[in-house]
């Protein structure tokens, strides 16, 4: 059974930084595409970034230049470096793992991530 869990969220003031990790359990870590969601109050949950088993990665227009997503092969590992921090960029994140063939996916219990003005 696949599992996600993420951790390293917390309270940041507008400009700061935070690094958010996502560990993955239970299946071949290279079979899944890893993503980054996040979901702030009173709005759907969007896509942040996401990254192959070969190092693509995506990162959508509004965070492109402040956030980094990576993979950690050795630990099944991924990690969402967030910088220049906006109060907008508050929300409930989320790790996913997307299955290559299958397209199962599985998601995390979010990690909520407060910016201060």
């Known amino acids: 059974q696949v599992q996600v869990a993420e951790s390293g969220g917390g309270l940041v003031q507008a400009g700061g930084s935070l690094r958010l990790s996502c560990a993955f359990y239970?299946?071949?870590?290279?079979?899944?595409?890893m993503g980054w969601y996040r979901q702030a109050p009173g709005q759907q949950r969007e896509l942040v970034a996401t990254?192959?088993?070969?190092?693509?990665?995506n990162v959508v227009d509004f965070v492109k230049g402040r956030f980094t997503i990576s993979r950690n092969h050795d630990q099944n590992t991924v990690h969402l470096q967030m910088k220049s921090l906006k109060t907008e960029d508050t929300a409930v994140y989320y790790c996913?793992?997307?299955?290559?063939?299958?397209?199962?996916?599985?998601w995390g219990q979010g990690t909520q991530v407060t910016v201060s003005s």
């Open positions: 990254i192959t088993d070969g190092g693509g990665a």
């Open positions: 996913n793992a997307d299955a290559i063939v299958s397209r199962e996916d599985y």
């Open positions: 239970g299946s071949t870590f290279s079979l899944y595409v």
